[in-house]
């Protein structure tokens, strides 16, 4: 992988995990390099899966495989969100 693959898949992740963590309801407590990577393995899934329901390719904006990306970068943020569990208080 080059350079600026590296950098295009840091680009779209981050865009895709801050899609992701907008469709998730209540405040997340995860970091933007967790978010970052949560958006970089929906966006490598959410391909992988539009492309095994053979999804064709538009040659513009494929919404079903952007689809597939954000809800799976909902679910990632959600299920890290939900890892760091709630604090608890002593009355």
Sequence with gaps: MTISGIITAIIIGA??????????????????????????????????????????????????ELIFQIVLAAIGVSIVAGMGGRKQTTP
């Design 15 to 64: 865009i895709i995990g801050a899609l992701g963590r907008l469709f998730v309801r209540g405040k997340q407590n995860i970091s933007i390099l967790v978010t970052i990577l949560i958006g970089i393995v929906a966006a490598l899934l959410g391909t992988w899966i539009a492309s095994l329901i053979d999804v064709k390719d538009t040659g513009g904006i494929d919404w079903i």
